[in-house]
């Protein structure tokens, strides 16, 4: 609180009070004194004084002081929460207008920059292979952090990554205040948010950031997994793609050429090349290339043990190469010539790659029925950034590739190809109804539970063959609209409000939306889409009713719910089988098909 003489040698009430405006300090602003009239006290409230009173009269001093500070502390807690609620708006207002995770990102560094006056911004993804935060976006003096790669050591940000509490403060070389938020989402902390201001980082501002920084890394977490999803999906696409392929043709070229062009759009590499063992020669013979400069490059043989892919033929394992300091020592790698990186310069080109100017490369063995029938090789002219997924698909298009190649001389290895296809299409389909249960943690073990039951009951009712492929796969994928939902209601403890189930009730369109453009999904998305109708029509997200609602998602209905009836939740314990076989009696009409309950209870459970 300030208290002020109106008049004094030096040194004035008004100047008094225009230093505190100008530095736009939010303080209690009392005058004190005998010299001044009725009008001049009014003129100095009028200007921003909070209270004025008489030498003689400082009995009122003490109360004063007591009601000034607590109807200040009033205005400063509804003001802070009035910013609050305007930050809050602003940002989430902004972050639904961005659909990609790179351009939510560019939206969360302009926005916070913008709404703290910011003149540095810069936000980092915690890599957690490497341990290392590399910043994606940077503004201002943030620029100074763009495109690096910082370890969690490091003393700017280490102690907000190893607290998990923001860090404030003006450590060298910063010339302003600093704040490092962690962008932390329910079971860890996905990055940091760096801002650097000209103006004091008060205690308020802190908080404030830290409710900025959890609604932006909810929205990234979002965002990536959503983006983790779509791309898993266009990877199974290309897989269909390239069955496709391999079924209305038997000309090796066409095959080749669309399964390299999905090799470059699925990896985001610069080009691939595909080379076959000749059994007579005894070498690798390049028949097919993709996104080279010369048309000429790499088209040399090999002998099996030569180099990278000679090697990777010869003794059939992936075989990786990265040379930051350019590209000669690639084309030599390739050759075989790794082993004395100081004389590669002397070292001559056959395969004609040094032009090219890649620095990653990658050769995969193509196996097929034990034996190695080829290479795929893989270029990039940047250091590649792949995680242990991107491999595995590399590895899957090889054995796509592999199978392309045997295909052509043996039908057999077609009929294979289907059965791995299978097999792998519904791998990736239980890993997602597997990560669906881990996200939603009280859940665990439910889809497959409700996946098992829901199949025996559809043999019972008649189903067989393909259609109860499209039920199991339905099954696993129930929830998969469940993505879209937001932790805060996913997870949430008690029971939804009115607003939030509106929102948690979109996750059946969400499951539409996901797996629709998926051609081989569509006929199993009955179950996602339909599966919370109910027989009378009081269901979502149609409102169908009777045998409107696809007979796949009525039965598994009944099972959907039994399991959750029976299974423990945070805010009830689960129910002893007598209590649902009597709910689900009850619902028979209501919610449920009722020769379907009656259907039901004949399984042995």
Do not use: C
């Not at 200007?47 to 607590?70: C, N, Q, V, W, Y």
């Not at 075989?319 to 930051?324: E, I, K, L, Q, S």
Request: proline share 4%; aromatic share 6%; net charge negative.
């Amino acid at each position: 609180i300030v208290i002020s003489d109106y008049s004094l040698p030096l040194f004035d009430m008004p100047h008094a009070l225009a230093v505190v405006q100008e530095l736009q300090l939010d303080l209690p602003f009392i005058i004190v004194s005998g010299t001044i009239g009725e009008e001049a006290a009014v003129t100095a409230l009028n200007s921003g004084a909070h209270d004025f009173m008489a030498k003689d009269k400082l009995s009122r001093l003490a109360p004063a002081i007591e009601r000034t500070l607590r109807d200040a502390g009033v205005r400063r807690a509804r003001r802070q929460r009035e910013r609050e609620l305007e930050v809050i708006a602003a940002l989430t207002g902004a972050l639904r207008q961005a659909e990609a995770r790179a351009a939510l990102l560019a939206v969360i560094v302009d926005e916070v920059g913008n709404l703290f006056q910011a003149s540095g911004v810069a936000l980092g993804t915690l890599d957690a292979d490497s341990d290392e935060v590399v910043f994606e976006v940077a503004r201002g003096t943030g620029e100074r952090f763009a495109g690096q790669r910082r370890v969690s050591a490091d003393p700017l940000f280490g102690g907000a990554l190893a607290t998990s509490q923001p860090f404030t403060g003006q450590p060298a070389p910063y010339q302003s205040p600093t704040a490092v938020v962690p962008l932390q989402i329910h079971g860890g902390v996905l990055g940091v948010l760096w801002i650097e201001r000209e103006m004091l980082l008060r205690a308020e501002d802190v908080r404030l950031l830290g409710t900025v920084a959890d609604i932006a890394a909810n929205a990234l977490n979002r965002a990536t997994l959503y983006e983790e999803t779509q791309r898993r999906l266009d990877r199974l696409t290309a897989l269909r793609t390239i069955d496709l392929a391999i079924n209305a043709s038997q000309d090796m070229g066409i095959i080749l050429e669309v399964l390299l062009g999905q090799v470059l759009t699925q990896l985001h590499v610069d080009a691939a090349a595909l080379l076959l063992v000749n059994p007579v020669t005894q070498s690798l013979d390049q028949v097919a290339a993709r996104g080279f400069r010369s048309p000429a490059a790499g088209r040399a043989s090999l002998r099996l043990g030569q180099g990278l892919a000679g090697r990777a033929a010869l003794e059939g394992r992936h075989m990786t190469y990265a040379n930051p300091q350019g590209a000669y020592a690639l084309s030599n790698a390739r050759a075989g010539r790794v082993d004395s990186l100081n004389h590669l310069a002397a070292e001559a080109d056959p395969t004609n790659l040094s032009a090219e100017g890649f620095v990653s490369y990658h050769a995969v063995p193509l196996l097929a029925k034990g034996a190695v029938n080829g290479v795929l090789e893989v270029f990039h002219r940047q250091p590649l950034r792949n995680d242990a997924e991107w491999e595995e698909y590399l590895d899957t298009l090889a054995g796509q590739a592999a199978i392309a190649i045997n295909n052509i001389s043996l039908v057999e290895g077609l009929q294979r190809s289907h059965a791995e296809l299978g097999q792998a299409y519904d791998a990736t389909i239980e890993g997602w109804s597997r990560a669906l249960d881990l996200r939603d943690r009280e859940t665990e073990g439910h889809t497959q539970r409700v996946t098992e039951v829901t199949l025996r009951l559809a043999q019972n009712l008649g189903l067989h063959g393909v259609d109860l492929t499209h039920v199991r796969r339905g099954a696993l994928l129930h929830d998969i609209g469940k993505m879209g939902i937001p932790d805060s209601i996913l997870h949430k403890p008690g029971q939804l409000s009115d607003e939030e189930w509106v929102i948690m009730r979109r996750h059946p369109l969400y499951a539409y939306e996901l797996l629709s453009p998926v051609a081989y999904l569509r006929l199993a998305l009955d179950i996602p889409h339909y599966h919370h109708e109910k027989w009378n029509g009081a269901g979502y997200p149609y409102g169908l009713q009777g045998e409107q609602i696809p007979l796949q998602a009525r039965l598994f209905a009944v099972v959907d719910v039994w399991d959750a009836l029976r299974s423990d939740r945070p805010y009830r314990a689960g129910w002893p089988e007598d209590k649902v076989r009597a709910y689900l009696k009850a619902q028979s009409g209501l919610h449920f098909d009722p020769r379907l309950v009656e259907a039901f209870w004949t399984l042995d459970l």
